[in-house]
């Protein structure tokens, strides 16, 4: 797979607005799918030392891609953070998004979505010693973490802890470390991904989720607004990913046996 570095997205738009007829990556012309997906999530999307990527999004985003006629070798992962998921889809750097993206209608405005593709709670991820944070409720006299763009963090200053401290990074490998070093109590978002980082290796003992449900988030493929026929045939390769086996394949591998996972959603028709 190649893999490309991450570029800064506004220097990509101002390519892509003053080349002269130019259409910035248009992948077909050089033979390769380029899928945007997270590069710091375990068992979601992790680039591994060495280049290597792994995550059940990146089982479902080569499942698709091959579906859709391009084998492993002329997939081009890129790195996308949470808040330039759209841009990355409006100015063509990627021709989709498989990066735990939660469905919503704020978003719908800007891309259209194919699946979903698999349900998430929203949860808390607290030190393994912490006894003080047992539910949402107790962040409103505690810092929490979340990626800038997220869903996660809004939800919960939104509808249940308005007190608490917010502290937005990057990329949640950023919150985690916030959260080892105590500059913040607790971080939030999906289970799934929650979880990934709690079971690595080098996290062991030092974390713990404290079992909440506080959201239900519908992960989706993103792809850029209107277009129809990419949307139909990605649904498609999801319903075939299901029937075959491979889905329940991908999520026992990357989230391992403990994890308790709901069945393939319904994948919502095309209008």
């Known amino acids: 797979m190649k893999v490309p570095q991450a570029g800064a997205v506004a220097a990509v738009i101002a390519i892509a607005l003053t080349a002269s007829g130019c259409v910035f990556g248009e992948d077909e012309d050089q033979g390769t799918l380029s899928i945007g997906i997270k590069f710091d999530q375990p068992g979601i999307g992790m680039r591994e030392t060495g280049g290597a990527f792994s995550g059940f999004d990146v089982d479902v985003a080569t499942y698709v891609a091959k579906e859709l006629g391009y084998k492993a070798d002329r997939i081009e992962f890129k790195q996308v953070l949470s808040n330039d998921r759209e841009l990355l889809l409006q100015y063509n750097e990627v ?55 997220s869903t996660s963090a809004e939800n919960l200053k939104k509808n249940l ?81 299901v029937q075959d086996g491979s889905w329940e394949t991908a999520v026992k591998k990357n989230f391992g046996p403990n994890y308790k996972y709901e069945p393939a959603p319904a994948i919502t028709p095309v209008n």
Not at 119 to 130: G, N, P, S, Y
Not at 144 to 149: A, D, F, P, R
Not at 177 to 201: C, F, H, P
């Open 95 to 149: 021709k989709f998004v498989v990066a735990s993206y939660s469905i919503n209608e704020k978003r719908k405005e800007k891309v259209d979505f194919a699946g979903p593709y698999f349900v998430a709670h929203q949860d808390l991820m607290t030190r393994a010693d912490d006894t003080s944070i047992n539910k949402a409720e107790d962040l409103n006299s505690k810092t929490m973490c979340s990626v800038t763009g």
């Open 161 to 241: 802890a308005p007190k608490a401290a917010l502290l937005e990074l990057g990329g949640y490998s950023d919150c985690v470390v916030a959260l080892q070093e105590s500059r913040v109590d607790a971080m939030t978002t999906d289970n799934a991904i929650l979880a990934g980082y709690a079971a690595r290796k080098e996290n062991q003992g030092k974390f713990k989720l404290t079992g909440q449900s506080l959201s239900t988030e519908n992960y989706g493929i993103g792809v850029k607004k209107g277009n129809k026929e990419l949307q139909r045939k990605i649904n498609d390769a999801l319903k075939k990913m």
